[in-house]
């Protein structure tokens, strides 16, 4: 389990990733898009997760989390994640 930020928590295996953050606190939005993750654009139909304890599935290639919590993407809240 590696530690993004003191209050959230990233776990991978090779087709999902455990997401652990204080949901009162965070959510985590993905995007494939490149450009959305560097501007901290979050597209209208993106999925976001807010249960503080989320499974994901990882597609093949770059999947992108946000942090769409006030301006805690534009404060670095975000990572990219590469999956094959």
């Not at 990733?17 to 560097?38: G, T």
């Not at 249960?51 to 599935?57: A, E, K, L, N």
């Amino acid at each position: 389990m590696s530690e993004v930020a003191t209050d959230y928590f990233l776990s991978q295996s090779q087709s999902s990733q455990v997401e652990r953050y204080k949901a009162e606190q965070h959510n985590v939005v993905a995007v494939r898009d490149p450009v959305a993750y560097s501007l901290c654009h979050f597209p209208p139909n993106a999925t976001t997760y807010s249960s503080g304890d989320d499974r994901v599935t990882l597609a093949g290639g770059m999947t992108f989390f946000l942090c769409g919590v006030s301006d805690h993407c534009t404060e670095g809240m975000k990572m990219a994640v590469t999956a094959s």
